[in-house]
């Protein structure tokens, strides 16, 4: 095993304290740009290579390096509170001595690894921050002999399941299904796909992590110990320091996969097929993952569409046959099946329906950035008939709001609530997700779907979880409540806190506390340190 690394003392420099709970002026950026530089040169080696990493304002290349990972809309207008400086690491101690000076210096740093952050926090923020973009560490590092992978934490998802196929046609990872995402924020806030029924989230293959904590240290399981290596599996990463990479059990996966999708409309009984999904989805084969699309749509006239999306670890002959007992209203064939190899399953999953070749997993710009928002809920009790008319009849309603519907099930029920900080395993039928997404700018259209998002959540009150209404951490939504890093620090977490992970929060608490007691590493729903005595 690694042992943890630590950098030379810092030598005395001129700094500037931004910490938002006092009250001291900021530095200007001309000022902070030369104290940072200065102070990185001192711990680097060797220095000269610094400059070429950091980005002031002034910069050229700034805005395409701020822009390049900008995943919503929402967070990429003239408005939007931008970086002071981006820093780029090649080099894991240039990831040590930018942590190391920017809390040196007393200003905010938030992570980003592929900025598919909902509420866009790994690159925006109310105080003066730094970004320090991850981008460069994308590597992959696939052993079948042991059937693991160390993936560095900028590496995407589709880089990911591109490497593992290169070596191996009957392995994969279960993860997300858009390719895009970055591994530090996916892994570390849980991490979810089409095998989660069959392997569990995505942090439940992780079998050990290298993490830059608040003093700069490189940590890996065994330095870090067992309670922070909890913590980033599930937790956040971004509370408690910096992931550098991840270590990965592989999954098993046949030679054939099944992917299928069945539309049906109200007028076509998609009601009552939402109602037998939910008897059937959560309690099938653990092979066999079907989410469920509600959106509302135009056929003629206005109606609901009821999309079943499926992957099948399996034939096609296999699963008509499972179907064909257990959800007969779904009416599945043969010919709506498609067998596969995994790989082009994930391109299938990822919708790059305009003929990209499996290469387009490797992209990290193909990608659409449209304005949204999204929020979270748990269903732990099949919603009755009437309840489904009467949503269905809400998002006639409003017009744009989507729900998505993700069955858990199988491998999930078998995973304690404890075994990671994602509380959400057994008795958890499904999550939903909801979703609005709009091209037109400006805050009229904004007010209006973010809105429409917020009013069906509103009316989904008595369908789903309580007492907390969970939340899924990776589904960001700051209306759920927000840290402004003050004197209510604790308060405050504790309102989004246990949403997000039930009664692992106070354990996460008391980790953060003794890892980062002055809670560097903070944001506006990271874990709060524990209030202080005094």
Request: hydrophobic share 40%; charged share 20%.
């Amino acid at each position: 095993m690694e042992k943890s690394i630590s950098l030379p003392c810092l030598s005395l420099i001129v700094v500037v304290l931004l910490h938002a709970s006092n009250s001291l002026a900021a530095p200007s950026r001309e000022s902070l740009y030369g104290t940072f530089l200065q102070c990185l040169r001192s711990h680097t080696n060797p220095p000269d290579q610094v400059s070429n990493i950091v980005y002031a304002q002034t910069n050229a290349s700034y805005t395409s390096v701020l822009q390049a990972f900008v995943r919503n809309a929402r967070f990429n207008t003239p408005s939007s509170p931008k970086p002071l400086l981006i820093v780029t690491p090649l080099h894991e101690y240039q990831v040590q001595a930018t942590v190391i000076c920017a809390k040196s210096i007393g200003v905010q740093l938030k992570i980003r690894s592929g900025g598919h952050d909902f509420e866009g926090i790994s690159y925006v923020s109310e105080v003066p921050f730094i970004i320090l973009d991850m981008f460069n560490f994308q590597n992959v590092t696939v052993d079948i002999q042991n059937e693991i992978a160390v993936i560095q934490s900028g590496a995407s998802l589709g880089q990911v399941y591109y490497r593992i196929w290169e070596k191996s046609k009957v392995h994969g990872f279960p993860a997300g299904a858009c390719p895009t995402v970055g591994v530090g924020g996916h892994l570390s806030g849980g991490g979810y796909g089409n095998m989660l029924r069959k392997y569990g989230l995505s942090t439940d293959n992780v079998i050990d992590a290298k993490i830059v904590d608040v003093k700069g240290r490189i940590l890996d399981r065994k330095a870090m110990g067992e309670d922070l290596f909890w913590a980033i599996r599930g937790g956040g990463g971004a509370s408690f320091g910096v992931i550098l990479s991840y270590t990965v059990k592989l999954v098993p996966v046949p030679e054939k996969v099944t992917i299928f999708q069945v539309d049906k409309t109200l007028e076509q009984n998609a009601t009552d097929l939402v109602f037998q999904w939910q008897q059937v989805a959560p309690h099938t084969d653990d092979r066999l993952f079907m989410r469920l699309v509600l959106q509302p749509v135009v056929k003629g006239k206005k109606t609901i569409r009821a999309s079943v999306q499926a992957l099948f670890l399996g034939g096609a002959n296999e699963l008509v046959t499972i179907l064909a007992k257990e959800f007969p209203l779904l009416g599945l064939k043969k010919e709506n099946c498609n067998e596969m190899r995994w790989i082009d399953s994930v391109v299938w999953w990822a919708n790059y329906n305009d003929g990209s070749s499996l290469n387009a997993l490797l992209e990290r710009n193909h990608y659409s950035v449209h304005f949204n928002k999204k929020k979270s809920d748990y269903v732990q009790t099949p919603i009755s008939k009437d309840g489904l008319k009467w949503i269905c009849m809400k998002m006639l309603e409003l017009g744009k709001a989507e729900l998505v519907f993700n069955p858990y099930g199988g491998k999930m029920n078998e995973i304690p609530w404890n075994a990671t900080p994602f509380p959400h395993r057994e008795g958890y039928l499904y999550k939903i997700q909801y979703t609005v997404t709009w091209q037109e700018p400006g805050a009229a259209a904004e007010k209006n779907f973010i809105g429409q998002v917020r009013m069906l959540h509103s009316y989904m009150t008595p369908f789903v979880s309580k007492n907390p209404r969970s939340a899924y951490l990776n589904y960001r939504d700051l209306d759920i409540g927000i840290t402004s890093h003050g004197k209510n620090n604790y308060k405050d977490g504790e309102v989004y806190g246990f949403k997000y992970f039930n009664k692992n929060f106070e354990r996460l608490v008391k980790i953060k506390t003794a890892i980062d007691p002055e809670n560097f590493f903070w944001n506006e729903q990271s874990i709060p340190t524990l209030p202080s005595k005094a």
